[in-house]
């Protein structure tokens, strides 16, 4: 202990030694093409821990910095020792030599200990070639995907079309049976009537939703949407069902957001037609539209005092084609709700409720400020060539 403290108090007393072009014979030739090597070796030792440092500065998340640090502090460390080497011909400073030395060494222990502890990680890191060969395979599929969404609309829109003529077929002739032969059939048949004209009619309903629904994220270019606008065209068109039920609406100032005004309007329209259709018997409904702004993204709420929904049915009312009431006690497809997630998702957001069975529903939607649809994604891959 006696000898490390004397080693620091005389850490940098330099008269124990000559200096080293007295220590043995030095030629000129020699003592300076040492001198002129340890100096060229420090100033590449230099250079890269400053390269290194650079690099992890511009480049933001590189991946392992810390392994980064650790070799240049090494690197720098290895040069500090050459610098010094070189200048002990004028000044024998082997204390602070050996100090040094000692320091390369627990950092070069410790950057060994960090390659290994790090080795499979970096093993896993993916190369250029592997990024080129990602990126292409993620473009092909990109385009492929375009392609099958396109594909799927064009069903879709053929498909309903080619299922309303017959609707309308059916429709016509049983209105015609009934208006020319009423007369002359029985209660029973007229009933049979009645039913198969609801059902086409329900039928008729579930394809322009289903249409709507393969519609939605169609549109490629965003534009600015006033949702009060949205809000007084979707209250205007459902004023015979709020006179009808006593509805009131309380509606926040909106903002302007970016986004698709047909797509948004379907949003809000599902969402306050939901409140206005499962309202409690006897009670007039009433819905409050909400709005908070956070850093990244607007929140929406839809809230209203109608049935409520059971908590285990939270995730289920969002899935295509689901309903937990019959036909008879409220009209519907189950499509609504599924096609708010829809929207909701391609615009980047999320969409939840809170609901208390009895009390009533508040629906919950987020919209990002800055949306990044699946098209735009498409296009901006369009711009790297594949190889």
Not at 126 to 140: G, M, P
Not at 160 to 167: E, G, N, V, W
Not at 224 to 236: A, G, M, R
Not at 317 to 322: A, E, I, P
Request: aromatic share 12%.
């Amino acid at each position: 202990m006696q000898d490390f403290f004397e080693f620091f108090q005389r850490f940098t007393d330099t008269s124990d030694w000559p200096p080293r072009w007295y220590c043995g014979q030095w030629t000129d030739f020699h003592g300076w093409l040492y001198i002129i090597s340890d100096l060229t070796i420090w100033l590449a030792y230099m250079a890269i821990p400053l390269i290194l440092i650079r690099f992890i500065l511009i480049k933001k998340g590189v991946p392992l910095s810390g392994v980064f640090w650790l070799f240049g502090a090494f690197i720098l460390l290895c040069g500090l020792t050459h610098l010094v080497d070189a200048a002990m011909f004028w000044l024998p400073a082997y204390r602070v030599n050996a100090f040094i030395r000692f320091l390369t060494g627990i950092v070069s222990i410790a950057t060994v200990i960090a390659l290994i502890r790090y080795f499979n990680e970096a093993v896993g890191l993916r190369t250029s070639k592997e990024y080129e060969r990602e990126l292409a395979f993620r473009q092909l599929a990109m385009q492929e995907l375009t392609r099958s969404n396109h594909e799927l609309q064009q069903f879709a829109y053929i498909a309903s079309h080619d299922l309303q003529s017959p609707l309308k077929t059916i429709t016509n002739y049983l209105s015609l049976l009934e208006h020319k032969h009423g007369p002359h059939l029985d209660g029973e048949a007229q009933r049979m009537i009645g039913v198969s004209t609801a059902a086409a009619e329900r039928m008729r309903g579930l394809i322009n939703d289903l249409l709507n629904f393969s519609r939605v994220g169609s549109e490629i270019a965003l534009a600015q949407v006033d949702l009060n606008i949205v809000l007084k065209e979707i209250l205007e068109e459902l004023q015979s069902d709020i006179q009808a039920s006593g509805a009131t609406i309380d509606v926040d100032p909106l903002p302007v957001i970016m986004g698709h005004q047909t797509d948004l309007k379907q949003l809000f329209q599902n969402l306050i037609s939901n409140s206005l259709k499962y309202r409690r018997p006897n009670v007039t409904p009433d819905i409050a539209i909400r709005f908070t702004e956070e850093i990244h993204q607007y929140c929406f709420s839809v809230a209203d005092n109608g049935i409520g929904i059971d908590q285990q049915y939270y995730d289920r009312v969002f899935q295509l084609f689901q309903r937990l009431h019959g036909r008879n006690e409220y009209s519907g497809t189950g499509i609504g709700l599924a096609t708010c997630k829809k929207i909701v998702e391609i615009y980047g957001g999320h969409i939840w409720l809170d609901s208390t069975v009895g009390t009533g529903t508040t629906f919950y939607f987020t919209i990002p400020k800055v949306i990044k649809t699946v098209h735009q994604y498409a296009q901006a891959d369009s711009l790297y060539s594949l190889n």
